[in-house]
């Protein structure tokens, strides 16, 4: 009987647990936040930006930090000297920390003036003398707290101070103070750091004058500081001058810079060239530091208008109004179409405009795109999963936001994306590559047939434009329109480009030697290889589609693909034959896109950016012309010969250019799309009580369910209670007979 | 009881020294610290001297077994396999290639993983014991068949379909929950119970009837 009497019990369990569920739900249905708001209720109606990571950023330390997903943050908290105006195009410099923009003077090899106009061959060193504003203060940090005689309170802490420290903000006090020259020049330094793996230190190694022996200097140091001492690891490289970046006064410093460079400027305006204090190093690197995480990587110093306040890269990052910032404010200019747009309406308000950013981590593509729709993140992408949810395509092309964002007022950013999504032969291969006449013919073949307009509205969901040459509309050079087009692909009609028939291909190919994919001397089909890396089921079906581009031809193409390590090795040594690559600029300068073809940055030869190893001697010197031209009609003149070389070279077939997506509630104002600046978030606005107004109105909790739910398990629960009555029963008569 | 759990500790040991050495020969054998440090350092502008620095700054420049060049000990200390592999049990897990240190971050992790497990864990326990022995006290009735079909259906359809269908529902259709989340302290109810729920329940097929 015992037991028995406990399973009674046991229907009772689960109804009675989901009316303690609902109970528990209208408990928190009664404060008035929605219920499925996933922040504290406190939070609603404050001056708070949410947003997402995917993934954790690997570096936030800006020697070593060059991906987009950290410069999010980066770009925020340090302050380069120069950045990117916000509001006008084409992509213009201004002074940021810097007084003015600085413009170089010219030295000969004996270290003498030369004047502007003389040619870039003569001149040896170009020099930067840069001025940064006074009176600009770093964020509150523990690494400059001072007690009162002005000793530093946490810059020899031991084992047992650090004891109940687990994050930066458990340090009781912080300091700050002033920005100077020097820390501009100590971040330099920084670059040919021992210990830290500089993405430009090769490229800045050839320009900066001193800066490749600076890093063996500092590498004899730091191994002989090791052998002196295991712990300490701070290396001050106060101690140890670079020869071409010197302190000219507290606001002013100077960098030498081999040949005339250009370009130099745009590097100003990255957080590489950003100013480190050593007091922020020197903190960093006590022992017992690294072991809770607390690393210049997760921790950035700076002087700019936010601050990290939290990083816990497993749930959230957090960044903050830095409360000693300079002040900025909002820019009274724009370009045509800026004050139509609304971009104005803050023109003079002091920077930045929101208080707070919460970045929470989402590894999920669907749960990002579901809190967006519920108001809970204030913009987004457009994953392909969701893609047919957001965007509709009318008829004619044009693209539209489905009536469901619509209604929600949602508006949409589009912008072609100043990167290169290409195809590249490699030029040392003996068929595909050389500079014959054969192998000519054959990659240009090849440019006719594979099909990018098919390719962008099936795999991005026309989410592209095919490219005609390597520069992306936005950058200096790249030409609009007729003019514009690749004549060796394309065909000029009223209704824009037209890519030439397969027919055309053929007939290439068969001048090429290859009729109907067969060699015309040895009578063997054509073969050729694709290098590729990744194996998902997206992969294969655009592999299948690359494929049935070259079989129109009939090529045979094979696929070698590998994993990622592979195929870096394949490319490095030069034994790849076909391959698919892109480029993302780093500064609005054409030069950044046609160096990827300059003889020089060979791949194989020089370990360069040339993945495809083409070398052409006109180009090559067309190229060293241009990378010193300023802007104009002269300049463009050159590029255009330039751009006329590829395509007639073929060495790569030019695919397209990605256009981004971007979706903003319509609370969220001052949202146009900077693809050079990524400082953007000072300038945002958003209206918190219209957010809060319209995530009440989006997410009203319906309960109804939940109660159909329960009354379901208990019909479901019925039988088995008239089970075991009928047998009480039974028992009850086998008991009285 | 003793001694079973004795055989099952003393049974750990070779499981787990083991698995650290299939690990270290697919970790460091197979994939070569260059493919490694090629991985990441990313796309653009990587040198040899890039990768051989960040080699030499993990310790994966040392021989992997024996090291010939050191002294005494450290000819079998100062290697990758004693570094990484043989510190391993003593709980020192040391730095991932990222630079963090990984046992901090299996402290600041395993928290909300325990907030879900844990009562996973308990309710789950309680509702399949439960469950279990009810289909035991109506044994060979119609009801065992219906409640045995009803495991079987549930134990056929894959877990993430109980994730994703249990957010879509709760979450995007009802408002009832937020999609994904969490909060440390109490508030944690609200990320938790929806989790708890569908974990429970997924489990039902194969563990209340077995």
Same mark, same amino acid.
């Given at each position: 009987?015992?037991?028995?009497?406990?399973?009674?019990?046991?229907?009772?369990?689960?109804?009675?647990?989901?009316?303690?569920?609902?109970?528990?739900?209208?408990?928190?249905?009664?404060?008035?936040?929605?219920?499925?708001?996933?922040?504290?209720?406190?939070?609603?109606?404050?001056?708070?930006?949410?947003?997402?990571?995917?993934?954790?950023?690997?570096?936030?330390?800006?020697? *070593?930090?060059?991906?987009?997903?950290?410069?999010?943050?980066?770009?925020?908290?340090?302050?380069?000297?120069?950045?990117?105006?916000?509001?006008?195009?084409?992509?213009?410099?201004?002074?940021?920390?810097?007084?003015?923009?600085?413009?170089?003077?010219?030295?000969?090899?004996?270290?003498?003036?030369?004047?502007?106009?003389?040619?870039?061959?003569?001149?040896?060193?170009?020099?930067?003398?840069?001025?940064?504003?006074?009176?600009?203060?770093?964020?509150?940090?523990?690494?400059?707290?001072?007690?009162?005689?002005?000793?530093?309170?946490?810059?020899?802490?031991?084992?047992?101070?650090?004891?109940?420290?687990?994050?930066?903000?458990?340090?009781?006090?912080?300091?700050?103070?002033?920005?100077?020259?020097?820390?501009?020049?100590?971040?330099?330094?920084?670059?040919?750091?021992?210990?830290?793996?500089?993405?430009?230190?090769?490229?800045?190694?050839?320009?900066?004058?001193?800066?490749?022996?600076?890093?063996?200097?500092?590498?004899?140091?730091?191994?002989?500081?090791?052998?002196?001492?295991?712990?300490?690891?701070?290396?001050?490289?106060?101690?140890?001058?670079?020869?071409?970046?010197?302190?000219?006064?507290?606001?002013?410093?100077?960098?030498?810079?081999?040949?005339?460079?250009?370009?130099?400027?745009?590097?100003?305006?990255?957080?590489?060239?950003?100013?480190?204090?050593?007091?922020?190093?020197?903190?960093?690197?006590?022992?017992?530091?690294?072991?809770?995480?607390?690393?210049?990587?997760?921790?950035?110093?700076?002087?700019?208008?936010?601050?990290?306040?939290?990083?816990?890269?497993?749930?959230?990052?957090?960044?903050?109004?830095?409360?000693?910032?300079?002040?900025?404010?909002?820019?009274?200019?724009?370009?045509?179409?800026?004050?139509?747009?609304?971009? @104005?309406?803050? !023109?003079?308000?002091?920077?930045?405009?929101?208080?707070?950013?919460?970045?929470?981590?989402?590894?999920?593509?669907?749960?990002?795109?579901?809190?967006?729709?519920?108001?809970?993140?204030?913009?987004?992408?457009?994953?392909?999963?969701?893609?047919?949810?957001?965007?509709?395509?009318?008829?004619?092309?044009?693209?539209?936001?489905?009536?469901?964002?619509?209604?929600?007022?949602? *508006?949409?950013?589009?912008?072609?994306?100043?990167?290169?999504?290409?195809?590249?032969?490699?030029?040392?291969?003996?068929?595909?590559?050389?500079?014959?006449?054969? !192998?000519?013919?054959?990659?240009?073949?090849?440019?006719?047939?594979?099909?990018?307009?098919?390719?962008?509205?099936?795999?991005?969901?026309?989410?592209?434009?095919?490219? *005609?040459?390597?520069?992306?509309?936005?950058?200096?050079?790249?030409?609009?329109?007729?003019?514009?087009?690749?004549?060796?692909?394309?065909?000029?009609?009223?209704?824009?480009?037209?890519?030439?028939?397969?027919?055309?291909?053929?007939?290439?190919?068969?001048?090429?030697?290859?009729?109907?994919?067969?060699?015309?001397?040895?009578?063997?089909?054509?073969?050729?290889?694709?290098?590729?890396?990744?194996?998902?089921?997206?992969?294969?079906?655009?592999?299948?589609?690359?494929?049935?581009?070259?079989?129109?031809?009939?090529?045979?193409? =094979?696929?070698?693909?590998?994993?990622?390590?592979?195929? =870096?090795?394949?490319?490095?040594?030069?034994?790849?034959?076909?391959?698919?690559?892109?480029?993302?600029?780093?500064?609005?300068?054409?030069?950044?896109?046609?160096?990827?073809?300059?003889?020089?940055?060979?791949?194989?030869?020089?370990?360069?950016?040339?993945?495809?190893?083409?070398?052409?001697?006109?180009?090559?010197?067309?190229?060293?012309?241009?990378?010193?031209?300023?802007?104009?009609?002269?300049?463009?003149?050159?590029?255009?010969?330039?751009?006329?070389?590829?395509?007639?070279?073929?060495?790569?077939?030019?695919?397209?250019?990605?256009?981004?997506?971007?979706?903003?509630?319509?609370?969220?104002?001052?949202?146009?799309?900077?693809?050079?600046?990524?400082?953007?978030?000072?300038?945002?606005?958003?209206?918190?009580?219209?957010?809060?107004?319209?995530?009440? !109105?989006?997410?009203?909790?319906?309960?109804?369910? @939940?109660?159909?739910?329960?009354?379901?398990?208990?019909?479901?629960?019925?039988?088995?209670?008239?089970?075991?009555?009928?047998?009480?029963?039974?028992?009850? =008569?086998?008991? *009285?007979? | 009881?003793?001694?079973?759990?004795?055989?099952?500790?003393?049974?750990?040991?070779?499981?787990?020294?083991?698995?650290?050495?299939?690990? &270290? &020969?697919?970790?460091?054998?197979?994939?070569?610290?260059?493919?490694?440090?090629?991985?990441?350092?990313?796309?653009?502008?990587?040198?040899?001297?890039?990768?051989?620095?960040?080699?030499?700054?993990?310790? +994966?420049?040392?021989?992997?077994?024996?090291?010939?060049?050191?002294?005494?000990?450290?000819?079998?200390?100062?290697?990758?396999?004693?570094?990484?592999?043989?510190?391993?049990?003593?709980?020192?897990?040391?730095?991932?290639?990222?630079?963090?240190?990984?046992?901090?971050?299996?402290?600041?992790?395993?928290?909300?993983?325990?907030?879900?497990?844990?009562?996973?864990?308990?309710?789950?326990?309680?509702? +399949?014991?439960? &469950?279990?022995?009810?289909?035991?006290?109506?044994?060979?009735? +119609?009801?065992?068949?219906?409640?045995?079909?009803?495991?079987?259906?549930?134990?056929?359809?894959?877990?993430?379909? +109980?994730?994703?269908?249990?957010?879509?529902?709760?979450?995007?259709?009802?408002?009832?929950?937020?999609?994904?989340?969490?909060?440390?302290?109490?508030?944690?109810?609200?990320?938790?119970?929806?989790?708890?729920?569908?974990?429970?329940?997924?489990?039902?097929?194969?563990?209340?009837?077995?």
């Amino acid at each position: 009987m015992e037991p028995r009497q406990l399973l009674i019990r046991a229907p009772v369990t689960l109804p009675a647990w989901i009316a303690g569920m609902l109970a528990a739900i209208a408990i928190a249905g009664c404060s008035e936040q929605p219920w499925n708001s996933p922040y504290p209720a406190w939070q609603a109606e404050q001056n708070i930006l949410y947003s997402s990571f995917s993934e954790r950023p690997k570096h936030l330390d800006p020697a *070593q930090s060059y991906s987009s997903n950290e410069v999010v943050f980066t770009a925020q908290i340090y302050e380069p000297p120069l950045q990117y105006h916000f509001l006008k195009r084409p992509y213009q410099l201004e002074p940021l920390t810097a007084v003015k923009i600085p413009s170089p003077y010219y030295l000969d090899q004996a270290g003498r003036r030369l004047t502007d106009d003389t040619p870039a061959a003569e001149i040896a060193y170009s020099v930067y003398d840069i001025e940064i504003e006074p009176g600009i203060r770093y964020q509150p940090h523990p690494a400059f707290a001072r007690d009162a005689e002005g000793r530093y309170l946490y810059h020899d802490l031991s084992g047992a101070d650090l004891e109940r420290i687990n994050a930066l903000a458990d340090f009781a006090e912080t300091g700050s103070r002033e920005l100077v020259a020097t820390d501009y020049v100590y971040q330099i330094k920084r670059l040919a750091h021992p210990r830290l793996h500089s993405p430009i230190f090769g490229l800045m190694s050839e320009y900066i004058d001193g800066l490749a022996e600076y890093a063996k200097t500092l590498k004899q140091a730091d191994r002989q500081q090791q052998s002196r001492q295991a712990e300490n690891l701070f290396l001050d490289l106060r101690d140890y001058p670079l020869s071409g970046v010197e302190v000219l006064d507290r606001y002013r410093y100077r960098v030498k810079i081999r040949g005339k460079y250009p370009q130099f400027l745009y590097w100003l305006a990255m957080p590489f060239f950003a100013p480190m204090p050593w007091e922020a190093e020197r903190f960093y690197s006590q022992p017992g530091m690294s072991k809770r995480n607390i690393t210049l990587d997760w921790y950035p110093v700076g002087t700019g208008p936010y601050m990290l306040t939290v990083n816990n890269p497993n749930r959230q990052m957090i960044m903050e109004r830095n409360t000693n910032f300079h002040g900025e404010r909002y820019p009274e200019q724009g370009e045509a179409g800026d004050i139509e747009a609304g971009l @104005l309406a803050d !023109a003079g308000r002091p920077l930045p405009l929101i208080d707070k950013v919460i970045y929470s981590l989402e590894k999920e593509n669907i749960p990002t795109w579901n809190k967006f729709l519920q108001g809970y993140y204030d913009a987004s992408g457009v994953s392909s999963d969701s893609f047919d949810q957001a965007i509709q395509i009318g008829s004619g092309g044009d693209i539209s936001l489905t009536p469901e964002l619509q209604d929600k007022g949602i *508006q949409l950013n589009t912008a072609v994306a100043t990167s290169i999504s290409y195809m590249g032969f490699n030029m040392l291969d003996p068929v595909v590559g050389g500079d014959s006449e054969r !192998a000519r013919l054959l990659r240009q073949a090849i440019a006719i047939a594979m099909d990018y307009e098919e390719l962008i509205s099936i795999f991005a969901n026309g989410r592209g434009i095919p490219a *005609q040459g390597p520069l992306p509309p936005g950058i200096f050079g790249y030409r609009e329109g007729q003019p514009g087009i690749n004549p060796y692909v394309y065909d000029w009609t009223k209704h824009g480009p037209q890519r030439k028939p397969v027919a055309e291909a053929k007939r290439l190919l068969a001048a090429a030697g290859y009729p109907d994919g067969r060699d015309v001397e040895t009578g063997k089909p054509l073969a050729l290889y694709f290098d590729t890396t990744g194996g998902g089921p997206d992969d294969a079906a655009r592999l299948n589609w690359i494929r049935k581009q070259f079989a129109k031809l009939d090529i045979q193409l =094979q696929i070698r693909n590998t994993d990622y390590n592979r195929f =870096q090795d394949k490319m490095l040594k030069g034994t790849a034959q076909i391959f698919q690559w892109g480029w993302n600029a780093d500064y609005p300068d054409p030069e950044n896109f046609l160096f990827l073809l300059y003889g020089n940055n060979g791949k194989v030869e020089h370990n360069g950016e040339n993945a495809a190893n083409y070398r052409n001697a006109e180009f090559d010197r067309l190229f060293e012309r241009m990378k010193n031209m300023k802007n104009g009609p002269q300049r463009q003149e050159v590029i255009d010969r330039m751009v006329e070389i590829l395509r007639h070279d073929a060495p790569w077939v030019f695919g397209f250019h990605p256009k981004q997506f971007v979706l903003y509630h319509n609370w969220y104002h001052n949202a146009k799309t900077n693809l050079m600046a990524n400082n953007g978030l000072k300038y945002r606005r958003i209206d918190p009580q219209l957010r809060e107004q319209q995530r009440r !109105a989006w997410n009203q909790p319906v309960v109804w369910p @939940l109660g159909v739910l329960v009354l379901l398990l208990a019909l479901a629960m019925l039988p088995a209670l008239i089970a075991y009555r009928r047998h009480e029963q039974q028992r009850v =008569q086998a008991a *009285q007979s | 009881m003793f001694a079973y759990v004795l055989r099952r500790a003393l049974y750990a040991i070779p499981i787990l020294v083991g698995v650290n050495l299939i690990t &270290f &020969f697919l970790f460091f054998v197979v994939n070569t610290p260059d493919d490694m440090a090629r991985m990441h350092l990313g796309m653009k502008r990587v040198t040899p001297d890039a990768i051989e620095k960040w080699k030499a700054e993990r310790g +994966y420049d040392r021989p992997l077994l024996y090291n010939a060049q050191a002294d005494g000990s450290d000819r079998l200390t100062a290697t990758i396999f004693f570094d990484k592999s043989v510190r391993l049990f003593g709980f020192d897990f040391g730095s991932s290639d990222a630079g963090r240190n990984i046992g901090a971050d299996i402290k600041q992790r395993m928290w909300p993983s325990l907030a879900i497990a844990v009562p996973q864990f308990l309710v789950g326990l309680l509702v +399949y014991v439960s &469950f279990a022995m009810l289909l035991a006290f109506f044994r060979g009735s +119609y009801l065992d068949i219906s409640g045995v079909v009803l495991c079987v259906v549930l134990m056929s359809i894959s877990g993430l379909f +109980y994730i994703i269908a249990g957010q879509y529902v709760f979450s995007k259709l009802l408002h009832l929950f937020p999609v994904s989340g969490y909060e440390p302290g109490w508030l944690a109810w609200r990320f938790v119970l929806l989790p708890v729920v569908i974990g429970v329940i997924a489990g039902l097929g194969s563990s209340g009837r077995v």
